[in-house]
């Protein structure tokens, strides 16, 4: 490019990126993906039937539809996390249980394939939160000189402790004057 090229405005490609990623930027999207992709083989191997070399093996058990019935659990958790950003913590705990109940029905939670995937996002949607947006610098304070932080001056309401003169003092309910004399009766 020369200093005479005009400069060009962001395509669609470039305009579409960035909404994505402000998109993704506000939810658990990783979560989301890992429990979908963890819905996939937990889902499949079941069903399948793997060729090596002329022997085919099929995969299919009697807990199969209940592997069909987590994998669709999972993948529609994963839709979840996406799209309904406020039911993260149901959506993670219930994908990690889900890949949990995976191991038993399944095939090892999908040869451990989808077990591992469901509990990675299960975490991740658990543990993510809801970023703060930036705050906007609107007054730049000059750089104070010496590199240590200034302290605020300190609030004489809060530093000096008042004597409190006319009211009783004695909070524990004990002083000569109501009889107690240091006895709590019982009744």
Do not use: C
């Not at 819905?39 to 085919?56: E, K, M, N, R, W």
């Not at 994963?78 to 889900?98: C, D, E, N, Y």
């Not at 947006?133 to 590199?147: H, K, R, S, V």
């Amino acid at each position: 490019m020369s200093a005479e090229t005009p400069a060009v405005s962001p395509g669609q490609f470039s305009s579409r990126r960035t909404q994505f990623r402000a998109w993704r930027g506000t939810r658990p999207f990783w979560a989301g993906l890992f429990v979908m992709l963890a819905g996939l083989p937990i889902a499949y191997f079941p069903y399948a039937h793997l060729q090596v070399g002329h022997l085919t093996l099929a995969m299919a058990t009697t807990a199969g539809a209940g592997s069909l019935i987590i994998g669709v659990l999972l993948v529609v958790l994963g839709f979840s996390l996406w799209f309904q950003k406020h039911v993260r913590t149901f959506a993670g705990v219930a994908a990690i249980l889900l890949g949990l109940v995976s191991i038993p029905v399944s095939n090892l939670g999908g040869f451990l394939m989808g077990f591992l995937l469901a509990l990675v996002g299960g975490a991740m949607a658990v543990a993510w939160a809801p970023g703060e947006p930036p705050a906007e610098a609107a007054q730049e304070e000059p750089p104070a000189t010496g590199g240590a932080p200034e302290a605020a001056a300190p609030d004489p309401d809060t530093t000096i402790l008042k004597p409190v003169v006319g009211e009783p003092n004695d909070l524990s309910g004990t002083s000569p004057a109501n009889g107690a004399n240091g006895r709590h009766s019982a009744g």
